[in-house]
């Protein structure tokens, strides 16, 4: 268990690395027995670890662990990819093709993965007034088409050259960390929430209302809330988004991404 909970941790010690080095050897036995043998899992975890001695239970928990980092790190290197294509010019669209995933999943990696986001622009120096004018506004336009879940994330213009613009970075980016940091009041929340869902109330369901009950703040980093409902499954994502634009403008949480899920409560016989 000690061995395993390194193994989990990333110690990188040697004792690290003799232990991936044997989860990777096991993983690659396993799929061969399975693909091969066309043993069960299970089978070939009791016959890889006969074969190194190892209890068939520890065997198990080994290659689990080792697929799990596995899975992490590949996930992990391909949203670095995909940061890495948008800042070259890919747009979201051609991104998406490549990974065979949606543009909104593009914007959604890039918002989540990013974690306080600022966008600047050097060698504002070497353009003149107009230059500089229209560069800014392609900005904000690119900004604000890309990546709506960050809506409001400042645009820094630098120049290297004079030195121009870095006191205004460093400003931008603690606001957009005290606002990533930012944790909001339950009390206020639910005002809030009541108020929200006066103004524009949810669809119905089947000719039924449906009532958000309660709402809270179980994370910050980036701002993340839950809002329960009887009957959560049926608010559409339109109404999210209504609440997340909401949450952004009464808060002022600017330019970080906004997380809010609706939960059914806990006794599903209840009716509202």
């Known amino acids: ?17 003799k232990w991936h080095a ?43 662990v080792y697929r799990e980092k596995s899975k992490e790190e590949n996930k992990h290197a391909r949203n670095v990819e995909i940061i890495r294509l948008y800042f070259k010019g890919m747009s979201d669209r051609d991104i998406g093709r490549k ?39 392609k900005l904000d336009e690119m900004v ?40 909001l009041p339950t009390a ?8 929200a869902t006066a103004d524009h109330p949810p669809p119905a369901d089947r000719g039924r209302n449906v009532r958000l009950r309660y709402m809270t703040q179980p994370n910050a980093r980036p701002p993340s809330f839950v809002v329960f ?7 559409p994502e339109s109404y999210i988004r209504y609440l997340i634009n909401g949450l952004r403008e009464q808060f002022k949480l600017k330019g970080v991404p906004i997380r809010l899920k609706i939960r059914s409560r806990n006794n599903p016989y209840v009716e509202d």
């Open 1 to 17: 268990n000690e061995h395993l909970n390194q193994f989990r941790d990333n110690k990188a010690d040697s004792a690290f690395q």
């Open 229 to 235: 409902s009887q009957r959560a499954s049926s608010v």
């Open 22 to 64: 044997m989860a990777e050897v096991a993983d690659i036995r396993v799929r061969q027995l399975m693909q091969k043998e066309n043993l069960s899992f299970p089978q070939a975890i009791s016959v890889t670890a006969k074969e190194n001695h190892f209890p068939p239970s520890s065997m198990r928990a080994l290659v689990t």
């Open 144 to 183: 604000t088409r890309l990546l709506p879940q960050i809506r409001g994330v400042p645009v820094v213009t630098l120049s290297a050259l004079e030195g121009k613009g870095l006191d205004k970075l460093i400003q931008a980016a603690c606001e957009i960390h005290d606002i990533w940091n930012n944790r």
């Open 188 to 195: 206020k929340l639910n005002k809030w929430l009541a108020d």
């Open 99 to 137: 990974y065979n995933i949606a543009p909104r999943t593009v914007q959604r990696i890039l918002a989540e993965h990013k974690d306080i986001i600022k966008f600047t622009r050097n060698k504002i120096a070497t353009k003149n007034p107009e230059q500089k004018q229209e560069t800014r506004k």
